[in-house]
């Protein structure tokens, strides 16, 4: 049976399983005040969750159809519901490169760093030594290669 983790917040009083930790305890953006405002972030998957949903209602909703049929034409793909689930995919992974040690460990006192950082340390994502690098490069490198293999 997994480990589980107890929060010890009054937000997050039930275990929560450390596989599904590691993904709740990386952060995309942080509240401005933090913390004196209860140092607050907003998750990278619910981020990642978010965009994706927004470029599938811009897809929806906003974009001409003739739009919509030179991409799916692009993209070699039989239909416009295969289309707009990987637009909306890739659209949602692109900042991936959030999820990386160098971006997860620039927080500071101003952005509720420590207790962040303290969250990341329970769930086993200590980023202690990462070396800064741009999330965007990390992203382009990860969404290159996973367009790759996708083929």
């Known amino acids: 049976m997994e480990k589980a983790l107890d929060a010890g917040d009054a937000d997050r009083s039930a275990p929560v399983p450390i596989r599904l930790w590691r ?4 952060w995309s953006k942080t509240g401005k005040d933090a913390p004196a405002e209860g140092e607050t972030y907003h998750p990278l998957i619910c981020h990642m969750i978010d965009v994706a ?5 811009l897809w929806e909703n906003a974009m001409p159809a003739p739009t919509r049929a030179r991409l799916i034409e692009h993209l070699g793909l039989d239909n416009e519901g295969e289309a707009v689930a990987w637009i909306a995919y ?19 006192d101003r952005t509720g760093g ?17 070396e800064w690098v741009a ?3 990390v992203s382009a490198r990860v969404l290159g290669f996973t367009w790759r293999i996708l083929g």
């Open 53 to 57: 949903v927004v470029a599938r209602q």
């Open 90 to 108: 890739f659209v949602g992974l692109h900042d991936i490169g959030k999820a990386s040690p160098g971006f997860q460990d620039q927080l500071n």
């Open 114 to 130: 420590e207790t962040i950082r303290g969250w990341m340390r329970e769930a086993g994502l200590d980023f202690a030594v990462a």
């Open 23 to 26: 993904i709740w305890a990386k």
């Open 135 to 137: 999330h965007g490069a």
